[in-house]
T-cell receptor, first 110, second 112 residues
């Protein structure tokens, strides 16, 4: 069974701090990885893709460790607007598409 | 820039009623998906389609049906609504199995 496991949190973090999430995936055949952001009562939205070499987009950095089958997301200088649920996602290799983790809830406190 | 459009946004159904949730995308994506998300829970795949005329069951298909007569449209049909189908329903599309999804804004359904 294809699974993506995440710590559900919540992570309570003061504004301006750095916070990191990890997730693990079970399907060694997964080819593509993503982080999605979901605000309360809204649809998930793509935050960033995760590449083998690691990638950065402003305050956000994503890393992939294929050997250990885990993905990480680092948020620097956190803002109040970063409060959301972050979904870790891995491709399943089949037509049924991506496998979503249940999400990590982040609360940025003033 | 419409992306994925879902209608209606909200609906209240009585037990035993039926309805169709509409989903349309304008990105010419072959792959389309229906998910449900219960409060505080993760996404569960109901049905998916890899192209017009082709559909398949996901993790939780019971009580639902789909059709895919065109590339753009992927409606989800609820027959004999039950309280257990109270949830938020998201439609998504993608260009392929290893591509990210674009989600619609969701349909919030309550069955009473």
């Amino acid at each position: 069974r294809k699974e993506v496991e995440q710590d559900p949190g919540p992570f309570n973090v003061p504004e301006g701090a750095t916070v990191a999430f990890n997730c693990t995936y079970s399907n060694s055949a997964s080819q593509s990885f993503f982080w999605y952001r979901q605000d309360c009562r809204k649809e998930p939205k793509l935050l960033m893709s995760v590449y083998s070499s690691g990638n950065e987009d402003g305050r956000f950095t994503a890393q992939l460790n294929r050997a250990s089958q885990y993905i990480s997301l680092l948020i620097r200088d956190s803002k109040l607007s970063d409060s959301a649920t972050y979904l870790c996602v891995a491709s399943g290799g089949g037509a049924d598409g991506l496998t979503f983790g249940k999400g990590t809830h982040l609360i940025i406190q003033p | 820039n419409a992306g994925v459009t879902q209608t209606p946004k909200f609906r209240i159904l009585k037990i035993g009623q039926s309805m169709t949730l509409q989903c349309t995308q304008d990105m010419n994506h072959n792959y389309m998906y229906w998910y449900r998300q219960d409060p505080g829970m993760g996404l569960k795949l109901i049905y998916y389609s890899v192209g017009a005329g082709i559909t398949d069951k996901g993790e939780v298909p019971n009580g639902y049906n789909v059709s895919r007569s065109t590339t753009e449209d992927f409606p989800l049909r609820l027959e004999l609504a039950a309280p257990s189908q109270t949830s938020v329903y998201f439609c998504a599309s993608s260009a392929g199995v290893n591509y990210g999804y674009t989600f619609g804004s969701g349909t919030r359904l309550t069955v009473v």
